[in-house]
């Protein structure tokens, strides 16, 4: 059975980092995209970062670039999302998607998602 499962979300002050992963299981990551979005109370599901499994090339929307670094793991069938110089606007669900192509920040794209993993950022 396909799934995507993320995990490392918590609380963490303004200025800190952390790290979520996206696990695969029931296929291998590698002939896919995956993409990481955030959804905020009361606001649309975004796309933020996505990553071509196979070579490596990833994307960035402005809102997170310079702070946000996406990678992968093939041997662990694993995508990370390193997340530093975090803000309280980055307060969100986020959830990491599979999809088949290079458009891999369009939710509507996506073929199949986690369930999502809970970020606040507040002092």
């Known amino acids: 059975q396909l799934q995507l499962v993320e995990s490392g979300g918590g609380l963490v002050q303004p200025g800190g980092s952390l790290r979520l992963s996206c696990a695969a299981s029931?296929?291998?990551?590698?002939?896919?995209?995956i993409g990481w979005f955030r959804q905020a109370p009361g606001k649309e599901r975004e796309g933020i970062s996505c990553?071509?499994?196979?070579?490596?090339?990833?994307v960035y929307t402005d809102s997170v670039k310079g702070r946000f670094t996406i990678s992968r793991d093939n041997a662990k069938n694993t995508v990370y999302l390193q997340m530093n110089s975090l803000k309280p606007e980055d307060t969100a669900v986020y959830f990491c998607?599979?999809?088949?192509?290079?458009?891999?920040?369009?939710?509507?794209?996506?073929?199949?998602w986690g369930k999502g993993t809970l970020v606040t950022v507040s002092s």
């Open positions: 998607a599979l999809g088949a192509d290079s458009r891999c920040l369009l939710r509507n794209n996506m073929n199949y």
């Open positions: 029931g296929f291998t990551l590698d002939r896919y995209y």
């Open positions: 990553i071509n499994v196979i070579s490596g090339s990833s």
